[in-house]
C-alpha cells in the first residue's frame, strides 16, 4: 500500500496537530505525525525526524507503509524551509511506497497584527510551496488583515487554496484529496517538465556558482 504523505508548514500557535487530528479521528487506519526535532509535542506513537549535523540532511524514522494511508510530515521553523523540501524530495525519489500529498501552510491569525520582521518574505516563500493557506484564529481584529492576504495571493495568480478554518465543518475532503495547486514543481518528475520549470530552477531552489540559494528563505522563528 502506498502512503501519502502531507507536508504542515505552521506560525508558532497554530496548533495544526490538534486540528489535523481532529479532522482524521474517523480515518481508518488512523494517520502518523511526524514531528520536527523542535517539537515539544508528545502524543501516543510520537515520531521525530533529525537534521544530520554533518550536512544538511534530514533524517527520517522508519515509517511502516502497510496499512498506512496518511501521515502528516511537520516542517521546522529552525532550519532551512527550501533544505527540508530537497531532502523531501530525494526521500520520495528513493522510496516508492511514498508519494507527496498536499502541502498545508497554517497561519495563526493574530501573529498578522504585529508580525515579525521579514514575515512578508517567508510568507511568500511558503505561499510558493503550499497547496493551501489555512487561517486559524479569525476575529475582528485580525480579519482585515486576512483579507489583505488573500487578495495578494488571489492578484498575483497564486493556484493555492486560501481558506479560514472555523470551529467545524471545515472542507477536509477537498483540501486533502483534490489535484496540487502549489507554484514549484519540486515533487513533478522531471521527465514531464519543460526545462525552466525543473526543480533545480525553481526560485527558492535554485543556487548560485558559489553554492549558496539565489533567493534565501528567513529564519523568523528560528528562536521561537
Not at 495544526?16 to 511526524?34: C, H, N, Y
Request: overall charge negative; charged content about 25%.
Amino acid at each position: 500500500m502506498s502512503t501519502t504523505i502531507h507536508l504542515v508548514i505552521e506560525t508558532p500557535g497554530a496548533n495544526s496537530f490538534q486540528i489535523l487530528k481532529d479532522a482524521t479521528l474517523e480515518d481508518s487506519p488512523t494517520p502518523k505525525f511526524i514531528f520536527p526535532p523542535e517539537s515539544t509535542i508528545e502524543p501516543e506513537n510520537n515520531l521525530t525526524w533529525k537534521w544530520s549535523p554533518d550536512r544538511p540532511k534530514v533524517i527520517f524514522p522508519s515509517i511502516e507503509s502497510e496499512n498506512l494511508n496518511e501521515c502528516f510530515l511537520f516542517i521546522s521553523n529552525n532550519l532551512d524551509l527550501a533544505d527540508q523540501f530537497e531532502e523531501i524530495s530525494l526521500l520520495l525519489e528513493k522510496n516508492s511506497d511514498f508519494s507527496i500529498g498536499k502541502v498545508l501552510f497554517f497561519i495563526n491569525s493574530p501573529i498578522l497584527l504585529s508580525p515579525p520582521t521579514d514575515f512578508q518574505q517567508w510568507v511568500d516563500a511558503c505561499a510558493h510551496f503550499a497547496d493551501a493557506m489555512l487561517f486559524i484564529g479569525r476575529n475582528n481584529e485580525n480579519a482585515g488583515f486576512i483579507k489583505s492576504y488573500q487578495d495578494r495571493y488571489s492578484t498575483l495568480r497564486y493556484p493555492m487554496e486560501s481558506i479560514v478554518l472555523g470551529k467545524k465543518n471545515n472542507p477536509w475532503a477537498r483540501i486533502l484529496e483534490s489535484f496540487p495547486r502549489r507554484i514549484t514543481h519540486i515533487f513533478d518528475s522531471p521527465e514531464l517538465l519543460d526545462t525552466e520549470d525543473q526543480p533545480e530552477m525553481d526560485r527558492y531552489l535554485v543556487r548560485l556558482p558559489s553554492g549558496h540559494r539565489k533567493h534565501s528563505i528567513p529564519l523568523i522563528f528560528a528562536k521561537c
